[in-house]
């Protein structure tokens, strides 16, 4: 790969990488126009943006063929997670390493007398967390008289996370003279004041596209009831099987409930939050890596920086926050040109909050159903199939035990006990309610059997409140104390909703009803017995109320 911006020995150590071509992004940094200039870079995720400024601040560190002696650093990148840090110093180790730079990082969780006897035997280069740089930096370990370089790695993220006091501390201990790479997402208004304050005429760089940064992501939604959510994480890692997924939670809590769900139903999982010791990160990846966990269930923060080539799936157990975290997360899939595949799982009632969500990110989602039980065991089945029927080399050993296996069983059985020997080690698939349990409900036939004496009840929230029986029917069972099974059909009319109560669990529920404490985002709900005209069991309520203007625009619900 000749190219005469590049450092020989950087050089050197692409071609033993097996690099062919640079990235858009880093083509861009070393380009006649970037060299020696502050710099503004926004990229995608995956896009090797490491190795970009790497290169970029090459010119500050090398002195002819090799990094010069020197008692302090003379490059300095910032980034906002321990993980992202981590990962930032490997990429850097193996790029200088020929030109024989020493690269120091400086992360919390690790041992702090041990970082200052590395910083105080010289560094070329420092990465680490600005909490743990600041510390360093107060108590005389950290020395940035000498820095030709900064890099703020994911600055958007690092403001959003409440470090600009300490990025500020940092950059003001470091000569004016030295080159600022601000490598950034988004551009909110933080980060322009930010460039503002500590560049001089930097130069913009943007390779993100319009559609550039979703082109290897295939994005999915699913729209379930939110006690269904767990259940469809569930069926959604049995039908993709992937090599290595990531779910995203937003709180540690659903961290570890999540987490501990998958464990118990038998995947081989990982949990990654703000809670484990650093020690127990660098476990859970290693696990990963070493294809001993296939999941990681991670917090947003807890996941920057994690590159992990073999994760194909990302699932969103949560809804993200905004459209950047959106991109955020999905970003750890589809890296370096590979494809991935991003799924949503929402809950009912926030789906026009996530459409709009997609539509300002300007990403295609489709919207698919939550895959069955039948249709994972079909998918088992091709899977299955295709590998056993895969050719494979068999050792001597192997070839051995198999004829013995012959020997004791017919060919018939010895398959049968093979596909329940693979098929035991596969988490069973969960039931959830479809479009079939739905229209059921919600059909206009007669009484349910086993509904013939069933009470009608109504609930203030109709079709113009976006009422749909997939998100009522969990709402109803947790008001009402009772199960699914006691619940008949579920009617929607325009501003109301009705639905049958079994004659058995009828007294109960209206017990129930009395001593519910209503929950605070369902503020305004209300649940009471039908009038006695609207008992009957051929009582249509929803032509009992005016049908929906369909040139009025249907309001989002208040209430449930």
């Not at 080159?179 to 997402?185: D, E, K, Y």
Request: aromatic fraction near 4%; glycine fraction near 6%.
């Amino acid at each position: 790969m000749p190219n005469p911006q590049i450092h020989s020995a950087l050089a050197q150590a692409l071609a033993a990488r097996g690099y062919e071509t640079l990235t858009e992004v880093q083509s861009a940094v070393i380009a006649e126009g970037a060299l020696d200039r502050d710099l503004i870079v926004s990229a995608k995720t995956g896009s090797g943006k490491t190795v970009a400024f790497g290169l970029a601040m090459a010119s500050a560190i090398l002195e002819g063929d090799s990094a010069p002696f020197v008692k302090a650093p003379l490059a300095l990148v910032v980034t906002p997670t321990r993980e992202l840090a981590i990962q930032v110093s490997k990429e850097l180790d193996w790029l200088y390493a020929s030109a024989r730079a020493r690269v120091v990082t400086c992360v919390g969780g690790m041992d702090p007398m041990k970082e200052r006897r590395a910083l105080a035997g010289g560094a070329h280069i420092v990465v680490g967390t600005p909490g743990r740089l600041r510390d360093h930096l107060e108590r005389g370990a950290l020395d940035l008289s000498e820095l030709r370089v900064a890099v703020l790695d994911e600055a958007d993220e690092m403001l959003d996370m409440g470090f600009r006091e300490e990025l500020e501390e940092i950059l003001d201990a470091t000569p004016q003279t030295r080159r600022t790479l601000l490598f950034s997402a988004t551009m909110p208004r933080p980060i322009v004041a930010l460039a503002k304050r500590y560049q001089r005429d930097a130069l913009r760089i943007e390779t993100l596209g319009d559609k550039e940064g979703h082109q290897d992501i295939a994005y999915q939604a699913v729209a379930v009831s939110p006690t269904d959510i767990e259940h469809a994480v569930v069926n959604l890692l049995r039908f993709h099987e992937a090599e290595a997924t990531i779910l995203f939670c937003a709180t540690r809590e659903a961290v570890r409930r999540v987490h501990a769900s998958l464990t118990e139903r038998g995947f081989h999982a990982v949990a990654l939050s703000g809670e484990h010791s650093q020690s127990e990160r660098n476990q859970a990846l290693q696990a990963l890596r070493d294809k001993r966990a296939r999941v990681c269930v991670a917090t947003d923060v807890a996941a920057r920086g994690i590159d992990l080539p073999s994760v194909s799936l990302v699932i969103h157990v949560e809804v993200p926050r905004d459209a950047e975290a959106l991109q955020h997360r999905s970003g750890r899939t589809g890296r370096a040109g590979r494809k991935g595949t991003a799924v949503l799982v929402v809950p009912f009632q926030r789906r026009k909050r996530v459409e709009g969500m997609l539509r300002g990110a300007r990403i295609n989602a489709e919207w698919i159903s939550v895959p069955t039980a039948a249709q994972i065991r079909t998918k088992d089945r091709e899977r299955l199939l295709a590998t056993l029927l895969a050719p494979v080399e068999l050792e001597e050993e192997d070839r051995e035990l198999t004829r013995h296996l012959v020997d004791q069983l017919e060919p018939e059985q010895l398959a049968a006990r093979l596909v329940q020997l693979i098929r035991s080690e596969m988490p069973s698939p969960e039931d959830i309610l479809g479009a079939g349990k739905r229209d059921e409900r919600g059909s206009d036939g007669g009484p349910r059997p086993g509904f013939e004496g069933a009470s009608w009840f109504r609930l203030n929230a109709g079709r113009r409140h976006n009422a749909d029986p997939r998100w009522l029917l969990p709402l109803i069972c947790r008001y009402g104390h009772v199960t699914r099974t006691e619940i008949g059909a579920i009617r929607i009319a325009a501003n109301d909703s009705y639905f049958q109560v079994s004659e058995r669990a009828t007294p109960s529920f209206v017990k129930a009803l009395r001593r519910a404490k209503i929950a605070p985002e369902d503020q305004g709900l209300m649940i009471e017995l039908a009038p006695q005209r609207e008992q009957s069991s051929n009582y249509r309520p929803e032509l009992a109320h005016e049908k929906p203007n369909p040139k009025k625009k249907p309001r989002r619900p208040k209430t449930v």
